[in-house]
């Protein structure tokens, strides 16, 4: 039986305050005719009220995707999971109740601006998860982590080999056993290997509106091509640079008046904003991965 | 038995291409525990499959708000008018299939802008709707009107009373039978005798962000009071003069550098943008109106 | 001497109202110390008082661009010509009063949306130019420009060389020699051959946030990325397919519910939205090119 | 004879920087013929070269402002000073090179969310001025601000008289001779007497898009209203509550899922980012005050 608390969930737009007896669902499998009712029914006949519900079908890779968010007098968790699993199709992904508050590591290199924002909204509690360490290849960012009494490791990239390198990393951060790894302005590219460890769960910052200008100096890049806009994007890191599934991407104008510097200043404004969206989405568990694509429900 | 028709829905921001056997179904009624399990049930028992559905509860007022796409192999639509209207509480109403093209009836008095973007959709078959007539209290685009085959009538208001006035626009407006009447910058304060022939019907575009500058003189007032930003609001038409339900409102930068007739320039681009996108949302039965508010399902 | 006349000047964002004895001057030269002084007293020797004054070094490249609204009693516009390119260093380019209306010919393919949207300012003498024709590889929106009197040129491009097609086209524009040409969703590859005799005075608008998706099919490319933004450029064509001066861009959200054709049918709006931006810059000589970059004196 | 120094000016779109050798002049005056003319050539006289140039004049108040970014080998400022005094019509304001560092007092009540945003700047010294202290009608914000070594000051109003309590923040706050005052969500409205000891020193963000929703609960009543944007207004404080000059606006799309708390939350990002951009352009001295407007050189 499961024990009934209160949670508030924080989104750039919105936010949902679950009272004492609410419940979130996230369901992902094969989609097939009647899904919706089937699901439905099953949650009335616990006494779940739906409050909002969200679905998707991705119509190429044949996938039904919800978010159901539910109150009710209390129910036996175990019993709907259960009951869940055997109407769904075979392989279903089903989640009920997964919000217990998150754990983040965050990896940095030398600029604060992300960081400062996360560890600001740590601090007050308005991140929607705990920030459990700040590693840097840099000790650059070490006294300002610090000044929000959170720990920082230093782990120099420039002694060793990238396998040491992110074998010491990976040690320093699994010790925290986080939930996902941000890299917050984290400038080193990480190998397949380190990847593969934290499938879907690496969020990163990428300084421009991918995939316009991948790789290094997006904004040199974007200087030299004259653009009237530049951007950035969060998105899952994967094995391909760059390539992972998109989570959020704005823009802002720039003008002719702009040299990279500029670009530079005005593009830190933008990534702090978009790392600090696609947070909230995923740690509100409002974004699911299909494929090299993400399905958010705002 | 209800024939089926292949229906193209058309939105600011989405485009549905509805199939041979796809339906729409709107509800709005008092809310209660387990509305959603209890509709795709009956749903399901017709076989019709949810393409996607949103609802919305206004907690204040108690009601449950729903639309849903549904596609199935064929069904009884009085059979299940009924059977909803028997489940449902008390006083709900129902709409299966609203999406025949709706009429609209356009009244400006000499500004362009609205009326071009209007009239070009409707020639191109992409406005979600059938301009089924102009009326102006000026003649002034008489002759563009008609370069679309659209009737023109021209009511003038300076020799009459108000009450002749709207007796006459009323009659021109009425032998067309429209189902929404669009104030494309029609410049008449219409009286609530007007107004109360076509409740939730009329659909105006205001040039400010509105409640900022309620009334005459909207861009003077922005002016003299040195706004950094001009706006545009689309609102259904009530008793009460600039205060009807808000459907799309939209903003853009102004500096020390505009005056009044610089701002009315600009100005003219996001009123288009703004009653564009309003009656996109409108005619596809995405808008409902719940007091002196919408609900929009985009 | 110069003979006065009243002109009005539109922008997206603002309007000039030119009395009867405003000057515009336009400026592009080497850079050197104590060009701004040197400029604004010769024009006040010419008792022109300068109303706006803007100016940009590109560092780079050691030139300087300057744009100047001036007003004053009347003057003698060669002497202040042959002044001006004297004092200044060699091959410096001085536009005097370039603000005569400019004549636009505007090639389609199949899509109606930016043409109309050009169509509609040239009806009600609000695009700041006058378009003397439109050419398309198909007759599709022949109906439509002759709703607005302005002749229509089918090329087909089907049954010829590019080198015999691109000829034919020539031919047909040059005929109203336009001092513009509008590439208002023309789906054709011009040849080097056909954009060298136009340098800088072709505009095209690209579906698609340049440098991101080159080519054909952005919005299944950017559907296939799963972007979370679309956008559009409006750019002077060069020789580099896609790679000439960006004038103008903007992004649209977009969500995981997009489709390609939830895409196109969003990015007309866009799309119109920039190409008509571009053009009320363009034409009132706000727009300098340097390279391939602009520079734009909003 | 100046002392010249490296100066790095930041802005939310822009950065100079500035060489040894650089200079910054300020202007305001009585229009007249010539102005442009009679103060570049000025310049030029002490070999100083106009790098960047903005002007505007303010026709119903026949005002002049202009804001010079010049460079040159070296010049007697005071000189410069003397003869611009000379040049220009009587009570001309000029001020050269006013951009040593700003020194700036910060009032809150208990939100941390633009106080935050200040601190961090400060600490990375990107802020463009130095933050000397944080005064607070509560104390709940004092062991973050000390998080960051900034001397916090609770003066509780709830024991005593307004008169006292604005005697006793004036005080904290003299102390620190700032140069200005900046109300980062501080929920206490000052008495003229406390503002007329400030003149356009003060910076306040109100959280909404004034004049919408003036005064007490903009949030609720953007609910009540049912509107589909929020904003905020950073503005200098007057004598008239919300009526003082604005400076920056910006709003931000929300929908009927949207409550009082929801708004709220995401005023939050709004209202910083808004204050963030003020203070920015305030502290490069970027903005002019004319009566209750601004003109701002960005």
Chains 1, 2, 3, 4 share one sequence.
Do not use: W
């Not at 009220?49 to 991705?58: K, L, P, Q, S, T």
């Not at 960081?115 to 308005?126: E, S």
């Not at 951007?231 to 890191?237: I, K």
């Amino acid at each position: 039986m499961k024990t009934f608390s209160t949670r508030v969930l924080k989104c750039g737009h919105s936010l949902y305050i679950y009272s004492m007896n609410s419940t979130l669902i996230l369901i992902t499998c094969t989609d097939k005719v009647g899904l919706v009712a089937l699901i439905t029914q099953l949650l009335a006949r616990h006494n779940l009220n739906i409050i909002a519900m969200r679905e998707f079908v991705d119509e190429g890779a044949n996938r039904f995707f919800s978010r159901i968010e539910s109150s009710g007098p209390g129910f036996d968790q175990q019993v709907l999971y259960d009951e869940l699993k055997q109407a769904l199709p075979e392989k279903a992904e089903i989640s009920i109740n997964p919000l217990t508050e998150k754990r983040i590591a965050v990896l940095v290199t030398k600029e604060y601006h992300c960081l400062a924002d996360i560890l600001v909204r740590d601090v007050f509690h308005t991140l929607g998860a705990k920030v459990c360490c700040v590693a840097g290849n840099y000790d650059a960012l070490r006294s300002f982590t610090e000044r929000f009494d959170i720990p920082f490791h230093f782990i120099d990239h420039s002694d060793k080999s990238k396998q040491e390198f992110e074998q010491e990393l990976s040690e320093a951060v699994n010790a925290y056993q986080p939930d996902y790894v941000v890299l917050a302005k984290f400038m080193r590219i990480l190998s397949s290997d380190f990847v593969s460890r934290y499938p879907n769960k690496i969020i990163n910052i990428h300084h421009s509106f991918l995939p316009a200008f991948i790789g290094a100096g997006p904004y040199r890049q974007a200087f030299e091509r004259g653009v009237k806009l530049i951007g950035a994007t969060a998105h899952f890191v994967t094995n391909d640079l760059d390539e992972g599934p998109i989570i959020v991407q704005q823009t802002i104008p720039v003008n002719h008046t702009f040299g990279v510097s500029e670009m530079v200043i005005a593009g830190k404004e933008i990534e702090k904003s978009v790392l600090s969206k696609a947070l909230q989405l995923v740690l509100q568990d409002r974004v699911f991965v299909a494929g090299n694509k993400t399905i958010i429900f705002e």
